[in-house]
Nanobody
């Protein structure tokens, strides 16, 4: 079984920055794709950014140029550096990872979510 633990959310003023972290732990054979999603009140969960184990990245258009996703494979940890934050970035941010617990078993795991609130 895998497990994801997030940290780094909080309250910040418009234009400010926050850094989210998400560490995978448990019975891990390998962590494949990792990513961050967010869900604002009354809206569907959406992909913010993702990164492969090789370091290829993908971003939602709304965050390109402001957010940077990175990972430390040795620590099974993914980060999301968020700069130039806007009130519309306010949401609960969820970490997601595709974790192989053995050579043949892989499934998606989700973190518990961390609140990011950007005040205007």
């Amino acid at each position: 079984q895998g497990h994801l633990v997030e940290s780094g959310g909080g309250l910040v003023q418009s234009g400010g920055s926050l850094r989210l972290s998400c560490a995978a732990s448990g019975s891990i054979y390998r962590v494949n794709n990792m990513g961050w999603y967010r869900q604002a009140p009354g809206k569907q969960r959406e992909l913010v950014a993702s990164i492969t184990c090789g370091g290829s990245t993908n971003y939602a258009d709304s965050v390109k140029g402001r957010f940077t996703i990175s990972r430390d494979n040795a620590k099974n940890t993914v980060y999301l550096q968020m700069n130039s934050l806007k009130p519309e970035d306010t949401a609960v941010y969820y970490c997601n990872a595709a974790i192989k617990t053995d050579l043949f078993t892989s499934r998606d795991y989700w973190g518990q979510g961390t609140q990011v609130t950007v005040s205007s």
